[in-house]
């Protein structure tokens, strides 16, 4: 068994490259179709005005519009597909970066509506107390405004009247932090390159 094989070679082939087209991976191709099929979907759920801030292509807008107005039926899974097969043939990278800044500020009005909430409460369950500590914090509040409003808050909910300097106490608080937002911003350091010689 242990004959040996000679093996002749053609060497008229040897001059000649053979190539082969490199197929993509077919399971990689059905991931990212489906990540962008969850994309038309998580977009379809967008309310209009961020929908609009996207700048999609036109004719993706109007998909997703008609999307959104779908039922979860068989026609609205045909119109995702076809929104990711046009996610597809383009670059969705700008896209996706500007979705992700609408999510990181729905985030961050989220996270400011209950900071808001926070010190509207601890305003009215703790009065002055809660107050002195709020104008140490942030000291553009409006002293006296607040007091009058923390005042009325407390008489209406003892006469059982709607809260409204309650929510007016709110809507001060929700000002105040954007406006600190916005001054925080205008202040941050801009770094100079001239700097480091």
Same mark, same amino acid.
């Given at each position: 068994m242990n004959e040996e094989f000679a093996y002749e070679y053609d060497d008229d082939y040897d001059d000649e490259v053979e190539y082969y087209a490199v197929r993509p991976n077919k399971t990689q191709l059905k991931k990212d179709i489906a990540a962008l099929f969850a994309l038309g979907e998580e977009l379809s759920e967008l309310p209009a005005t961020q929908l609009q801030a996207l700048e999609l292509p036109e004719n993706i807008h109007k998909a997703l519009a008609e999307v959104a107005a779908m039922p979860h039926k068989g026609a609205r899974k045909r119109q995702l597909? #076809?929104? %990711?097969?046009? #996610?597809?043939?383009?670059?969705?990278?700008p896209y996706l970066e500007k979705l992700a800044h609408l999510r990181?500020?729905?985030?961050?009005?989220?996270? @400011?509506?209950?900071? %808001?909430?926070?010190?509207?409460?601890?305003l009215l369950t703790e009065g002055n107390t809660a107050l002195t500590e709020l104008l140490d914090e942030h000291p553009h509040a409006d002293r006296q405004q607040l007091r009058q409003l923390i005042r009325n808050a407390q008489k209406e909910k003892e006469t059982g009247k709607p809260p409204k300097s309650s929510r007016l106490i709110y809507r001060n608080l929700k000002q105040l932090f954007?406006? @600190?937002? @916005?001054?925080?911003l205008d202040e941050e350091p801009v770094e100079d390159e001239d700097s480091e010689d």
């Open positions: 597909k #076809f929104i %990711a097969g046009q #996610f597809y043939k383009m670059d969705i990278q990181n500020q729905s985030a961050h009005a989220v996270r @400011e509506h209950h900071i %808001a909430e926070r010190w509207r409460d601890r954007q406006l @600190e937002d @916005e001054t925080d």
